[in-house]
């Protein structure tokens, strides 16, 4: 039987991180916009990781790893039917100090990103809501950004997934007490195809899972 886990097995070193946060929350445009803003700092000692090398896993202690970043979000009452919101994040990450030791081999991966830490992240919402009748028509547009994403810590192309948008929709009617509500929706509407997840395999292949495909529907809710 193989050996799925080495000779020495997945036995790793404890891991620590020290955490810098500094942030402001502000309220402006006499209180129709919230803005808020945070800049982080992560330092990590003996980071642990666990990849799949060929039919075996292997852990390993990354010495020195660092993320800096900032993110922001914000909400604005754009008029008293539009609500917008959204938000942005920055990211670089680092592994300062990395060598990795394969049943013998050192891999120096000292200077990578590390895995699922992509550098770019956004988000926007515009939600509108009208009175109609006895209740309120409903309106909601969402777009969101994912940098291209390493899932390895050598940082190859088979387990790194390429930048995507994606587009969301929601439209429908709901009554004034919320007692119930009707909507059309749709996910994914432009039927991008991206991983969620990417990995080695054990034969020199990779395997992943992909995002949900374009999909839609309609919901109705009674409250009772």
Same mark, same amino acid.
């Given at each position: !039987?193989?050996?799925?886990?080495?000779?020495?097995?997945?036995?790793?070193?404890?891991?620590?991180v020290t955490n810098y946060e500094m942030?402001?929350?502000?309220?402006?445009?006499?209180?129709?916009?919230? /803005?808020?803003?945070?800049?982080?700092? !992560?330092?990590? +000692?003996?980071?642990?990781?666990?990849?799949?090398?060929?039919?075996?896993?292997?852990?390993?202690?990354?010495?020195?790893?660092? /993320?800096r970043g900032v993110e922001v979000d914000?909400?604005?009452?754009?008029?008293?039917?539009? !609500?917008?919101?959204?938000?942005?994040?920055?990211?670089?990450?680092?592994?300062?100090?990395?060598?990795?030791?394969?049943?013998?081999?050192?891999?120096?991966?000292?200077?990578?990103?590390?895995?699922?830490?992509? +550098?770019?992240?956004?988000?926007?919402?515009?939600?509108?809501?009208?009175?109609?009748?006895?209740?309120?028509?409903?309106?909601?547009?969402?777009?969101?950004?994912?940098?291209?994403?390493?899932?390895?810590?050598?940082?190859?192309?088979?387990?790194?997934?390429?930048?995507?948008?994606?587009?969301?929709?929601?439209?429908?009617?709901?009554?004034?007490?919320?007692?119930?509500?009707?909507?059309?929706?749709?996910?994914?509407?432009?039927?991008?195809?991206?991983?969620?997840?990417l990995r080695d395999g054990p034969f020199? +292949?990779?395997?992943?899972?992909?995002?949900?495909?374009?999909?839609?529907?309609?919901?109705?809710? /009674?409250?009772?």
């Amino acid at each position: !039987m193989a050996d799925l886990v080495g000779l020495d097995g997945l036995v790793l070193d404890p891991e620590t991180v020290t955490n810098y946060e500094m942030g402001i929350k502000s309220t402006l445009v006499d209180g129709r916009l919230r /803005l808020n803003a945070a800049l982080f700092s !992560m330092d990590y +000692e003996d980071l642990q990781t666990i990849d799949l090398n060929g039919v075996q896993f292997v852990g390993a202690n990354a010495a020195e790893a660092t /993320l800096r970043g900032v993110e922001v979000d914000f909400q604005f009452a754009a008029t008293q039917s539009l !609500m917008l919101s959204g938000g942005v994040g920055y990211t670089d990450s680092e592994y300062d100090k990395f060598l990795q030791n394969v049943n013998g081999t050192i891999n120096d991966h000292s200077g990578n990103s590390l895995r699922n830490a992509p +550098e770019l992240t956004a988000n926007l919402v515009a939600e509108y809501r009208r009175p109609v009748g006895d209740g309120e028509i409903v309106l909601v547009g969402e777009w969101s950004y994912k940098d291209e994403t390493f899932y390895g810590v050598d940082n190859s192309d088979p387990v790194t997934a390429p930048s995507y948008s994606l587009y969301n929709l929601r439209a429908g009617y709901s009554s004034a007490d919320e007692r119930w509500s009707v909507f059309l929706w749709g996910k994914n509407l432009g039927d991008k195809e991206y991983f969620s997840f990417l990995r080695d395999g054990p034969f020199s +292949e990779w395997t992943g899972l992909y995002g949900e495909p374009r999909t839609y529907g309609v919901d109705f809710t /009674l409250n009772f």
